[in-house]
């Protein structure tokens, strides 16, 4: 049903630890693209997801980061671990860059049931469905929406189809908006043809290895409002001073106040999840837990949102 689309960083990998139960219970399948050279946090995480009775998908030909040139550890530490464990399968990342023959080396690696083709900008469609052929039901294909169009898609229709959107616009801290569109995936996806979806959560798809001073702290958290057919929404809770990097504690007690401000308004459609009472604790005790931790959050609240969501049957 949800894919959630993870890049390896650090926090990333963090929240799908902590988030495991969450992810077993609500049958999500999150990707996980590693960028980090040690693969230590990623190794946490899926015994976190396996021992927690849930699924997921690691590209093993990672675009971005330290394994971009060669994922050989990558698809060694699948072959280790998890060769006799359908859990976790092997994800094939296909982009404008991929070969005829990059691709058909890639496939013939991976040939499990359940392994993944994420289509990213490859263009040769027709020739990779026909290289599939009678073992197409056995590939699930996931779909980056803006680098996919219909005319693409159909040529996988006997397999499991996955769309994953990017709803977060990144942007500069300082420039966002009180409210933004994220999307409307969770509701339209049967519609598009779709066996699930996906996004790039509260991170949005665009990589970068690391950022700079922040010049503006913001706290990005989803909802879901019913008076909008259920469409998702982010608030962004930034802080004031933003015109140098100094005192990012200051920064965040700024946004954070914001946002206990809106919770107590009580019509801001946020869900109270685990991340948002972390949140009351943070403001209660006047405490910055660092950038990285509150990215954290940030996601832990995605995942229990749509979580919420599907299990309300909301989306029935």
């Known amino acids: 049903m949800y894919y959630p689309y993870f890049r390896g960083k650090q926090f990333e990998l963090i929240a799908i630890r ?68 359908d859990a976790i399968r092997a994800g094939i990342l296909l982009t404008s860059e991929t070969s005829r023959a990059q691709a058909i080396e890639q496939l013939s690696k991976h040939q499990e049931q359940g392994t993944a083709l994420v289509h990213s900008g490859y263009t040769e469609a027709r020739v990779l469905s026909e290289l599939i052929g009678e073992t197409a039901s056995s590939f699930r294909n996931i779909f980056i929406d803006d680098q996919t169009n219909m005319l693409y898609r159909r040529h996988f229709s006997k397999s499991t189809r996955v769309l994953v959107g990017d709803g977060f616009v990144q942007m500069k801290n300082a420039d966002y908006q009180m409210v933004d569109m994220f999307s409307d995936l969770h509701v339209t996806y049967e519609d598009r043809g779709m066996d699930g979806y996906g996004d790039f959560l509260t991170v949005g798809d665009n990589y970068s290895e690391g950022g700079g001073p922040a010049y503006a702290v913001a706290i990005h958290l989803t909802f879901i409002d019913p008076d909008q057919d259920d469409a998702m929404f982010v608030y962004h809770f930034k802080s004031d001073t933003n015109d140098t990097p100094i005192d990012p504690a200051g920064k965040f007690s700024q946004a954070l106040d914001k946002l206990i401000l809106k919770l107590n308004e009580g019509n801001s459609n946020l869900l109270e999840t685990s991340a948002v009472k972390e949140f009351r604790d943070l ?34």
């Open 18 to 85: 902590e988030s495991a139960e969450l992810i077993a219970s609500s049958g999500f399948v999150p990707i996980i693209e590693p960028v980090r050279e040690s693969l230590g946090g990623l190794e946490k995480a899926l015994k976190a997801i396996t021992s927690a009775g849930a699924q997921a998908v690691v590209v093993v030909n990672p675009r971005h980061g330290d394994h971009r040139e060669n994922g050989d550890s990558i698809a060694a530490l699948l072959e280790r671990d998890y060769r006799w464990n």
């Open 283 to 316: 403001h209660q005790r006047d405490h910055f837990p660092g950038l990285g931790y509150v990215k954290k959050l940030s996601i832990k609240h995605h995942l229990e949102t749509l979580a919420h969501y599907h299990a309300s049957g909301a989306d029935v």
